[in-house]
């Protein structure tokens, strides 16, 4: 059952976080799909741009405030 926020006004607010594996992965066919609330949400968030900045730019600096913001 997905975690899902009634907001006066607004009905419920989640956040979706997926993924869809294809072929070559070695999770070929297998889709995911979460649904957290707006807390863990921003906290996972939060954790891939630590990881963003731990494993992939190599502790480097860089403004990831926005990182996955696609709209405001």
């Known amino acids: 059952m997905p975690w899902h926020i009634p907001t006066d006004g607004y009905g419920t607010q989640f956040g979706v976080l997926g993924a869809t594996r294809g072929y070559g992965s ?16 921003f906290r996972t968030l939060s954790g891939l741009r630590g990881e963003l900045v731990h ?3 190599n502790g480097e600096t860089e403004d990831l405030s926005n990182y996955a913001l696609i709209a405001r």
Do not use: P
């Open 26 to 41: 070695r999770y070929d066919g297998e889709n995911y799909e979460v649904h957290l609330c707006e807390l863990c949400f």
């Open 55 to 57: 494993t992939m730019l």
